[in-house]
């Protein structure tokens, strides 16, 4: 079993900067690609971006390419989203999720095993 907690979420203007920690516990990272996916109220999840095991590999939505950078530090058990330039439509409740798969990071969150509770994002304007 993997556990996987979410900080660093909050209150931001536009324009304005977040980083994302995504800390896994229960058993080590190394084998996971690890994906970020967010969510508002009503709306289906929608991935963000994605990390392959050892970091090689990245994959962005086109909503958040050039602005987000996802990074992970498998010593440390964590990954990392550094969110940049936040607009307003990137409020939502951000999850980082894990699946046990060493190909390129998966868009689909059914692939994922494990998840996080989330952590809340708000952007105003």
């Known amino acids: 079993q993997v556990q996987l907690v979410e900080s660093g979420g909050g209150l931001v203007q536009a324009g304005g900067s977040l980083r994302l920690s995504c800390a896994a516990s229960?058993?080590?990272?190394?084998?996971?690609?690890v994906g970020w996916f967010r969510q508002n109220l009503g709306k289906e999840r929608e991935f963000v971006a994605g990390?392959?095991?050892?970091?090689?590999?990245?994959n962005y939505a086109a909503s958040v390419k050039g602005r987000f950078t996802i990074s992970r530090d498998n010593d440390k058990n964590t990954v990392t989203l550094q969110m940049n330039s936040l607009k307003r439509e990137d409020t939502a409740v951000y999850h980082c999720?894990?699946?046990?798969?060493?190909?390129?990071?998966?868009?689909?969150?059914?692939?994922?095993?494990?998840w996080g509770q989330g952590t809340q994002v708000t952007v105003s304007s």
């Open positions: 999720a894990a699946e046990a798969w060493l190909g390129d990071p998966r868009t689909e969150s059914a692939r994922y095993d494990y």
């Open positions: 229960g058993r080590t990272l190394r084998s996971y690609a």
């Open positions: 990390i392959s095991w050892r970091g090689g590999r990245t």
